[in-house]
């Protein structure tokens, strides 16, 4: 586990849709989850973010699940199978903020996997990036991006 070196105060990295995103934490060693398809002994770096919770993400939540109870109800007909079921609303928010690790050592970190909202992390998200820092390495940085435009806002972690 890393310390941050330098963050915003309230760690809100981007507004997405009108959402608040903060940086939620990092782990430095992270057993990649097993739709990164890499080798079971391969380790990267996790990185998770959560939208600021409030009357606007409760207001989402509300419509959500009374489209999916409304989906879920509809008499199938045939139509079940071709219509999908209502997106979360936390994927939308979530899924347009990016990170680009960087370090002084010049590694070449590459997202491999995420995870943007579900049930039971409705507005939560998980990127998942290789390789682990090396050795070399004495600071991570994290430049946030919103539709893969840099918000201004930036994390440095020290790598123990």
Do not use: N
Not at 103 to 111: M, S, V
Not at 150 to 157: I, M, N, Y
Request: glycine share 12%; aromatic share 6%; net charge negative.
């Amino acid at each position: 586990m890393g310390s941050i070196v330098s963050a915003p105060a309230d760690l809100v990295i981007a507004t997405s849709d009108g959402i608040d995103v903060r940086f939620a934490g990092i782990d430095l060693a992270a057993e990649l989850s097993a739709h990164a398809q890499e080798p079971p002994d391969v380790h990267g770096v996790r990185i998770s973010l959560a939208a600021v919770r409030g009357a606007e993400t409760m207001r989402r939540d509300g419509q959500f699940q009374a489209a999916r109870l409304a989906w879920a109800q509809r008499e199938d007909g045939g139509r079940r199978g071709k219509e999908p079921v209502p997106l979360m609303p936390g994927f939308s928010v979530l899924d347009r903020v990016g990170v680009v690790l960087t370090d002084e050592a010049g590694t070449e970190y590459r997202l491999i996997a995420g995870q943007a909202a579900g049930d039971g992390t409705e507005w939560e998200a998980t990127w998942e990036f290789v390789p682990q820092h090396p050795e070399a390495a004495g600071i991570l940085r994290l430049q946030f991006t919103l539709d893969g435009t840099p918000t201004g806002q930036t994390c440095e972690v020290r790598i123990p």
